[in-house]
């Protein structure tokens, strides 16, 4: 369970605004709210959320609010079904940013193998760059375990890099 969040988190991270209010007029029902509500967090943590226990309750009450359905509606909402993965489709070509590829995570991979595992070594740190990076480059960050993967890729190769450089 999230934690709840104050009036002033709610307005500044799950206000609809502008071309996000386009987007999510073309739906209905469950659907809408859904929609809104994947927009707003792919927005606010630059990622889909893995299920509903990851949005708190007011925040879905107040894009409820926002676009005119019932917040119990979010219950008819499957965040894992077909219309779902149509909707993070629709949001990510919205935003500009795209799936990543293994070519993208091979990419990524190198750019943290020659610029940040050099200086940063705890795992953390290197996955604080590499969602950075993802963002930047306007990809959609891997599923969690792709993350760690990398993460651990990197390091090892970064590793290798350093103690080379030192004989």
Same mark, same amino acid.
């Given at each position: 369970?999230?934690?709840?969040?104050?009036?002033?988190?709610?307005?500044?991270?799950?206000?609809?605004?502008?071309?996000?209010?386009?987007?999510?007029?073309?739906? !209905?029902?469950?659907?809408?709210?859904?929609?809104?509500?994947?927009?707003?967090?792919?927005?606010? @943590?630059?990622?889909?959320?893995?299920?509903?226990?990851?949005?708190?309750?007011?925040?879905?009450?107040?894009?409820?609010?926002?676009?005119?359905?019932?917040?119990?509606?979010?219950?008819?909402?499957?965040?894992?079904?077909?219309?779902?993965?149509?909707? #993070?489709?629709?949001? @990510?070509?919205?935003?500009?940013? @795209?799936?990543?590829?293994?070519?993208?995570?091979?990419?990524?991979?190198?750019?943290?193998?020659?610029?940040?595992?050099?200086?940063?070594?705890?795992?953390? !740190?290197?996955?604080?760059?590499?969602?950075?990076?993802?963002? !930047?480059?306007?990809?959609?960050?891997?599923?969690?375990?792709?993350?760690?993967?990398?993460?651990?890729?990197?390091?090892? #190769?970064?590793?290798?890099?350093?103690?080379? @450089?030192?004989?």
């Amino acid at each position: 369970m999230t934690r709840e969040l104050d009036q002033d988190e709610l307005i500044d991270r799950w206000t609809l605004v502008g071309e996000e209010l386009g987007l999510v007029a073309t739906k !209905r029902g469950a659907a809408k709210l859904g929609f809104a509500v994947m927009l707003r967090f792919y927005l606010e @943590r630059g990622r889909f959320p893995c299920g509903r226990s990851e949005i708190p309750d007011n925040a879905v009450a107040y894009v409820a609010r926002q676009v005119g359905i019932e917040r119990t509606a979010i219950a008819f909402y499957d965040f894992t079904g077909r219309t779902s993965k149509a909707h #993070r489709t629709q949001i @990510r070509e919205a935003l500009g940013f @795209r799936e990543c590829s293994v070519v993208d995570a091979d990419a990524v991979t190198q750019w943290l193998v020659d610029t940040v595992t050099q200086v940063e070594r705890g795992s953390e !740190r290197v996955r604080e760059h590499l969602l950075a990076e993802c963002r !930047r480059r306007r990809l959609e960050p891997p599923s969690a375990g792709r993350v760690d993967r990398i993460v651990r890729s990197a390091l090892s #190769r970064g590793e290798d890099v350093l103690f080379a @450089r030192v004989m």
